[in-house]
C-alpha cells in the first residue's frame, strides 16, 4: 500500500490513535487527518451525607443526589480536559471516544471518569485518492 501523506502530524512527528484500522481508513477517506491520542481524566469525591439528611432519607427510594452530582462533575470535568488537551494539538473533532468511570483504588466516595479520543483535522475535502478495497473475513473462532 503507498504512503499516504495523512499518517504524519503536521509537524512531521507522528501520531497515536486508538482508532481500529478500519476507522481510521475511512477518517482519511472522508479527509481528516489524525493528529494526537488525547484524554482527560478526573478523580471526584463523593461527599457523604448529614446525618439528618441520612435520617430523613432512611426507609426511602429516593435519588442521593450527592453521588449523581458527583458523577456528572467527573464526566464533564474528563471531557472538558479531553477537549481542551484536542485544542492543543490544533484539532477541530475528535473521534473513537470512549468514556469509562470506575471506583476501583480509590474506595466508596471516590470516582474516576476517564475520556480518551482521537484528535483529528477535517480538511473538508475527502480524499478519493485514498481506495478502500474490502476483504471478506471469515472468523474461526466462536
Known amino acids: 500500500m503507498p504512503r499516504h501523506p495523512g499518517y504524519r502530524r503536521p509537524d512531521g512527528r507522528p501520531f497515536t490513535s486508538d482508532l481500529s484500522g478500519q476507522d481510521?481508513?475511512?477518517a482519511l477517506r472522508s479527509g481528516r487527518r489524525p493528529l494526537d491520542l488525547v484524554l482527560g481524566c478526573c478523580v471526584q469525591h463523593i461527599p457523604?451525607?448529614?446525618?439528618m439528611t441520612t435520617l430523613k432519607q432512611a426507609m426511602q427510594c429516593v435519588e442521593l443526589d450527592l453521588f449523581t452530582q458527583a458523577y456528572y462533575t467527573a464526566r464533564e470535568h474528563a471531557m472538558e480536559r479531553m477537549s481542551a488537551h484536542a485544542a492543543e494539538v490544533g484539532a477541530n473533532e475528535i473521534i473513537g471516544t470512549?468514556?469509562?468511570e470506575e471506583s476501583h483504588v480509590w474506595g466508596d466516595h471516590i470516582?474516576?471518569?476517564?475520556a480518551v479520543g482521537t484528535a483529528m483535522y477535517d480538511t473538508?475535502?475527502?480524499?478519493?485518492?485514498?481506495?478502500i478495497d474490502p476483504t471478506f473475513t471469515l472468523t474461526l473462532d466462536d
Open 48 to 51: 457523604r451525607r448529614s446525618l
Open 24 to 26: 481510521f481508513a475511512l
Open 98 to 100: 470512549t468514556l469509562r
Open 111 to 114: 470516582v474516576e471518569f476517564l
Open 124 to 131: 473538508g475535502k475527502p480524499d478519493p485518492e485514498f481506495r
